[in-house]
């Protein structure tokens, strides 16, 4: 059984930089599709980025040019940069993983306040 694990959430003023951690276990990590995902108070949950076992990132227009996901296969874990924060990205963070299941993590919150 796939378990996702996610950290580093917090409170930071605008402007200012998280990098979340998602610790996978349970199966072979460089074979899943990886991805975060948020959900602000009130509102539907949307991906934020996504990161392949193989290809190409994708992001949400709306962090473009802000946030970076990576992944670390020989460390099971996928991480996402947040930079120039702003009190929009306000939500709680979820990592998801997907093969031919999807698996989602209990999530990490970030607020973005002054």
């Known amino acids: 059984q796939v378990q996702l694990v996610e950290s580093g959430g917090g409170l930071v003023q605008p402007g200012g930089s998280l990098r979340l951690s998602c610790a996978f276990s349970?199966?072979?990590?460089?074979?899943?599709?990886m991805g975060w995902y948020r959900q602000a108070p009130g509102k539907q949950r949307e991906v934020v980025a996504t990161i392949p076992a193989r290809g190409n990132t994708n992001y949400a227009d709306s962090v473009k040019g802000r946030f970076t996901i990576s992944r670390d296969n020989a460390k099971n874990t996928v991480y996402l940069q947040m930079n120039s924060l702003k009190p929009e990205d306000t939500a709680n963070y979820y990592c998801n993983a997907r093969n031919s299941i999807t698996f989602w993590g209990q999530g990490t919150q970030v607020i973005v306040s002054s």
């Open positions: 349970g199966s072979i990590f460089s074979a899943y599709d």
